[in-house]
């Protein structure tokens, strides 16, 4: 019954590897978002995607890479882990793009990168 | 850069008391608002939204607006160690964007 489920949970792995993140939601949402907080906890938008077309694509290194295959889906691989995207990312979805819309996020994925 | 601020705390109650969270934002023109709660190790959760001055009430919650002011304020009645979490204010800039800015978070304790 989860609403938006994200996998892994935990996810060590050392620098250079390649890893991908996971998130599917079952609300009928168009919009999806991952996000990274940092260990001071704020959160920092990384990409959207409005029914599977990119429409957010903030600064972030090439390394990371979204896919949303269907609205229901988005996907984010990351190449060449460094110690500095060690850091909780957060999958998140909304109704809509508009500002009346709240987010439901994920569990989050717990990245330690060493 | 549109900034939105809150105090990092932790702010301290005791249960069953009022407890008080603010957030001000920098860009006049932003017209929507949400505060999320976040428990330790946890996502964040959606509250409650307010888009109009004044206040609005949900439950134990009431969010309070004033835009000449540009400050937005959660109120929590009859704390709870329950209620203890980080209470993320969330603010839409003027212009459509797309993405709010996310405050850094208050951290409530409440103590029994």
């Known amino acids: 019954d989860t609403a938006v489920s994200q996998t892994p949970k935990y996810l060590v792995t050392q620098m250079g590897n390649d890893k991908s993140i996971k998130c599917e939601q079952n609300?009928?949402?168009?919009?999806m978002y991952w996000y990274k907080q940092d260990s001071k906890k704020f959160l920092k938008i990384m990409f959207s995607y409005n029914n599977k077309e990119l429409i957010i694509n903030e600064t972030v290194p090439n390394r990371f890479s979204p896919k949303s295959p269907d609205k229901a889906h988005l996907n984010l691989h990351i190449n060449s882990l460094e110690l500095g995207d060690s850091a909780v990312y957060f999958c998140a979805s909304s109704q809509d793009t508009g500002q009346s819309y709240g987010y439901t996020f994920g569990s989050g994925t717990r990245l330690t990168v060493v | 850069q549109k900034e939105v601020e809150q105090n990092s705390g932790p702010l301290s109650v005791p249960e069953g008391a009022i407890a008080s969270l603010n957030c001000t934002y920098s860009d006049r023109g932003s017209q929507s608002f949400f505060w999320y709660r976040q428990y330790s190790g946890k996502s964040p959760e959606l509250i409650m939204s307010?888009?109009?001055?004044g206040d609005k009430e949900d439950g134990r919650f009431t969010a309070q607006l004033n835009k000449a002011s540009q400050y937005v304020s959660l109120l929590i009645r009859d704390s709870q160690p329950s209620d203890s979490a980080t209470y993320l204010c969330a603010v839409f800039a003027s212009g459509g964007s797309y993405i709010p800015t996310f405050g850094r978070g208050t951290s409530l304790i409440v103590h029994p």
């Open positions: 307010i888009y109009s001055n």
């Open positions: 609300l009928g949402h168009d919009t």
